[in-house]
């Protein structure tokens, strides 16, 4: 098959009419019928050859071309397609390295095989362009929701029908007692778009958090107009949802807003989820606040937040914990996921007891260290002495407001805390030296004695094995694990240590130690100051 004059405009006519159909730039199709023609022309001329084809535009006619390149001498090593200075001298003048001869040759005859060949170029191109189309029009897309059609079921997924392409709902993305079949039609969230080697694959999600969010932002205008601000969503899709708004106009309630008129809103919400129950709170800044809304419909009498853990403990009336834990755990799970908080739910009864049983403990203390009795250090724990330091290092004021203290007395307290702490100071700077701990270590500022001995018990005896901790192995911390947060014990952690005061003290050893260069922390923290400097300095109006 040659390409002659009769069919140079088809070639114009078939680019034409695959890009309609496949809905891509007919410059690709043409393209790729340039290169399988090259293909064909080399498998004729010859493989070594550089074998070029371009094809008019306008008329549709193919120039074959034949290209050699000038390379250096030693750099010679395909014949057919380069050649050296000399040998271009007499083709070009004044040749240079890297410059080009081209010479057309004659169009070649393409025989079944070459015609196959080129068949099979042109498509895998149209593809790829297809594939890239796809790829472009849908990347844009993820994190909206998309109608689409089934248009069947492999092995629990649902393929579904965008238009322009495929997608599939994977069967842990469906709500759990959903059912599809052929040409049903279903509305979902595109989680993600990808770009794989058999095409993009568009994946689609019913049980994502976010769909619920684009659900209500199509149901209520305030939210799509910002007025009302969804801040967090949290579901057990199929069941129950629960979403934290917020209204940035006072005169506009965001639970009313997305509610609606006789819950006309909510209610298109829940039908399009299968009939999930949907608890909508308002939003506060104030965590411990936010969480007793979180928890309806159940009672919350006290909040205690640990902030640093990222945990909170709530007390509920003995009546109201099974509806504050809810059926399996959902309602507190749920909560514990829209406000990013571990929460322990106990009794006012249970509270009580803890409460009690931390205040012997403390009364048992004083009792044994100061050699009070049972009333005097009972007095002591009521006004909030919980350990001896406090006792021994506090202004002697405090002491002279307890009941039956005056100044002999709170001195004599005092001397006897002192005494009692500088013993324990002894006694755990000889066993650290046992445990093996060096003066180095011993003596670091802002480590004592006790805290010596601990890192002694875990094998830290030197300043180089302090250097090399992690300050979450010092302080503690929380790891996630399976979705579950775990606790990390640190090694100084019963002693209260920040995690901000452990990477302060490690990364003094290291620049005591050399490893680490002083003027380098200085040019860092200079540079944090600076942006923190200007992310407070005032924003000018329309910036």
């Known amino acids: 098959m040659a390409i002659t004059s009769a069919n140079q405009l088809e070639l114009l006519q078939t680019a034409e009419a695959v890009a309609r159909e496949k809905m891509i730039d007919p410059g690709l199709v043409i393209e790729a019928m340039e ?120 092995y629990g997924n649902v393929i579904v029908d965008v238009g322009r392409g495929e997608a599939i709902l994977r069967r842990n993305e469906k709500i759990g007692r959903e059912a599809y079949r052929p040409n049903d039609r279903i509305r979902c969230y595109i989680k993600d778009v990808r770009r794989e080697a058999r ?144 929460i322990d739910i106990m009794t006012e009864v249970e509270d009580s007891e803890r409460r009690q049983k931390e205040f012997e403990e403390r009364t048992r203390l004083f009792m044994d260290t100061l050699d009070l009795d049972e009333f005097f250090a009972q007095l002591l724990v009521s006004e909030g002495f919980t350990n001896l330091d406090e006792v021994a290092y506090v202004e002697i004021d405090e002491l002279l407001v307890i009941d039956g203290v005056d100044e002999d007395t709170a001195n004599e307290l005092q001397a006897r805390a002192r005494d009692i702490l500088e013993a324990q100071t002894k006694a755990a700077l000889e066993k650290a030296r046992e445990l093996g701990a060096e003066d180095s270590l011993i003596e670091f500022e802002g480590l004592t004695p006790q805290m010596a001995v601990a890192l002694a018990e875990d094998g830290v005896k030197t300043l180089e094995d302090f250097a090399t901790c992690a300050d979450w192995e010092l302080a503690g911390g929380w790891t996630t694990v399976n979705g579950e947060r775990v606790k990390d014990e640190g090694l100084l952690e019963p002693f209260e240590i920040s995690l901000e005061e452990a990477q302060d003290m490690v990364m003094t050893a290291r620049v005591m130690l050399g490893w680490v260069d002083p003027t380098e922390l200085q040019d860092d923290a200079g540079e944090t100051q600076a942006a923190d400097d200007e992310d407070d300095q005032p924003q000018e109006a329309g910036a």
């Not at 694959?201 to 994502?208: C, E, G, N, P, V």
């Not at 997305?258 to 829940?270: F, L, N």
């Not at 608890?279 to 640093?308: G, M, R």
Request: charged share 30%; hydrophobic share 40%.
């Open 35 to 154: 290169e399988s023609l090259a293909r064909a022309a080399k498998s004729r001329y010859g493989a070594e050859m550089d074998i070029r084809v371009s094809i008019d535009r306008k008329t549709g006619r193919a120039h074959f071309t034949r290209v050699r390149t000038v390379v250096e001498e030693e750099e010679l090593e395909n014949y057919q397609a380069e050649m050296t200075v000399d040998q271009a001298k007499q083709y070009l003048e004044d040749p240079k390295i890297g410059d080009t001869f081209v010479e057309e040759v004659p169009p070649v005859d393409m025989g079944r095989i070459a015609a196959q060949s080129a068949k099979q170029v042109i498509l895998q191109k149209v593809r790829e362009a297809e594939r890239d189309r796809q790829f472009e029009e849908f990347k844009d897309r993820a994190g909206t929701i998309i109608n689409g059609v089934v248009k069947r079921e492999e």
């Open 199 to 342: 095409g993009p694959q568009i994946f689609l999600s019913r049980t994502a958090p976010e769909f619920m969010a684009e659900l209500f932002k199509m149901e209520v205008p305030e939210i799509y107009d910002g007025i009302i601000e969804i801040k967090a969503v949290a579901r057990d899709p199929g069941s129950r949802a629960k979403i934290a708004v917020i209204s940035y106009d006072s005169s506009i309630d965001p639970v009313g807003a997305c509610v609606g008129m006789r819950g006309s809103r909510v209610q298109a919400v829940v039908n399009e989820l299968q009939g999930e129950k949907i608890d909508i709170i308002p939003w506060n800044e104030d965590q411990p606040t936010f969480l007793v809304n979180a928890l309806q419909p159940a009672e919350v009498s006290k909040v205690v937040l640990d902030e640093e853990a990222e945990r909170i403990e709530v007390v509920v009336p003995e009546e109201q914990l099974s509806l504050a834990i809810g059926r399996r755990g959902q309602n507190v799970r749920l909560a514990s996921q829209l406000t990013g908080l571990d």
